[in-house]
């Protein structure tokens, strides 16, 4: 069990003592009450009274009304205090508890920062990687990343795409035999306008596509503001994109779900006017 959840254990258990307590200290001024009461009704008998019986009947009854108002008292005095002593511990165990808490966001943050740092060093890794290739002319409007799962549509796309006269880099046609699958796919993202980024469930479990995504996004980001990365839905959710990169799913994305290739392509044309 860790410390905050034995610190909550804790919690419950004392202010479960001072709702007990607190309920006793209740009852018993009820008792008390209730005992005034019936003193003032034997008083008032006593006063209406002559008959001696009557009269010490009601006295003994007084006595011992008197008697449960002391105990009735002590019950509440002794409760009250009880009260205080455990409100005390559980103010104590309260702030133990932020500290705890204090503790594990710390930690929390810590680690985000260092997957940031991580992050950070990979993306410059990438971009000095991209960089490093001989200055050349851009060659492609887009790039296209994708899994080789999808290739049954994404060979439309690319199809349709290159008769509308849109020049692309896709790998079945732009990774020659015994070429560097790595230096090819940086010519490639540095030489391209755009990336369209095809995003099924297939692809957010392939080592190049990660590759390609975080070069498009460095991309992106080392252009000034100008969009590179174009998302597009294939086959996916929008939990399931949001659980692969909360950023991506951000991004206006098609989906092949509604939008059609010619209109995909017609969008393409429209941005590289």
């Known amino acids: 069990m860790s410390s905050i959840s034995m610190i909550e254990s804790k919690i419950r258990r004392l202010q479960s003592d001072i709702n007990s307590n607190e309920k006793k200290r209740m009852n018993a001024a009820k008792d008390e009450a209730n005992s005034f009461k019936k003193i ?23 006595e011992r009304e008197n008697n449960k108002i002391q105990k009735a008292k002590q019950t509440q005095a002794t409760c009250l205090e009880k009260i205080l002593k455990v409100q005390a511990q559980l103010n104590k165990a309260n702030s133990d508890l932020i500290k705890e808490q204090q503790k594990v966001q710390s930690k929390v943050l810590q680690e985000h920062q260092n997957k940031i740092e991580a992050f950070k060093t990979s993306q410059n890794i990438i971009a000095e990687s991209i960089n490093s290739e001989p200055a050349e002319n851009k060659e492609y409007d887009v790039f296209i990343s994708h899994s080789a799962n999808d290739k049954d549509y994404v060979n439309k796309l690319a ?15 732009s990774i020659g035999w015994g070429a560097s699958i790595r230096t090819s796919i940086d010519k490639g993202l540095k030489n391209s306008k755009f990336g369209i ?36 839905w294939h086959n996916i959710t ?4 949001a659980n692969y990169s909360p950023s991506i799913s951000g991004k206006l994305a098609l ?4 939008d059609t290739i010619d209109y995909i392509v017609e969008k393409i044309l429209e941005l590289l006017k």
């Open 197 to 232: 980024v095809i995003i099924s469930t297939s692809f957010i479990e392939k080592y190049w596509t990660q590759y390609e995504v975080d070069g498009l996004l460095n991309k992106e980001q080392s252009s000034g503001g100008r969009i590179v990365f174009l998302p597009i």
């Open 40 to 62: 003032n009704t034997a008083n008032s008998a006593i006063s209406r009274s002559k008959n001696s019986t009557t009269i010490n009947s009601k006295l003994k009854e007084i």
């Open 238 to 241: 929008a939990d399931e994109v």
């Open 255 to 258: 989906n092949t779900s509604y």
């Open 159 to 173: 199809e349709k795409l290159k008769k509308s006269g849109v020049k692309i880099w896709y790998d079945s046609e």
